[in-house]
């Protein structure tokens, strides 16, 4: 692999690292936006998955609710699991090439819900089979873009867990999900010796951003980091978006 391009997977993941310290999430999103100009979905997500699930294993155990999340999250978890597997394929399968338009979609729709503070409630005697029912949703869209935050961390938001609670339950969560994808894009071949080294990079510049994001975020307001991440998430889903759509009819 060219040094450009590994320059360019340092780059995206110390930005998406830098982001996931200061606000808690958006590692394998942003991540996965910045390098799907460049590569197609499966080839990045190949990148992602490693530094994604070991950043997530250290959010996983970063807070006192693990029994509680786990009580609460397994209907959404063993639904996306079940997605993801049943799924497996649409990364590298003839409709690989549109898995890019729904993620610029995705980013923008995510930016959208996130910008308009839109909220839903679901009240604790149908969290478990909406949960599943989510999960699933969650799986097929994570099988074919590697990205699992819709509709799984609005369902999160809306069961009413709080902010620390929330921000474990997405560790668990992700934990859980990136899993599962592994080992989907490992039957796919996409995750081979190749990818070790750029997968080492990202994993770097990942904790690297992460250790800034997590310095400063006691010096910024995080809700004004916030705003001007989704706004950028936006753009960078039109374009991506828009450029694969481009491509598809050339």
Partial sequence: MHDPLLILIAAAFLLAGFVKGVIGLGLPTVSMGLLAVTMPPGQAIAIVIVPAIVTNIWQTFGGPYLRDIMRRLWPLMIGTVIGIWLNAGLLTGPYAPWGTVTLGALLVIYAVMGLSRLQFKVASRNEKWIGGIV????????AETGVQVIPSMPYMQAIGMEKDELVQALGVFFTVATVALA????ASGLLTAATALPGAVAMAASFAGMFIGQAVRSRMHPEEFRRWFLIALILLGLYIASNALIRIHA
């Fill in 183 to 186: 080992f989907n894009i490992t």
């Fill in 135 to 142: 999960g699933l949703v969650t799986g097929v869209v994570s």
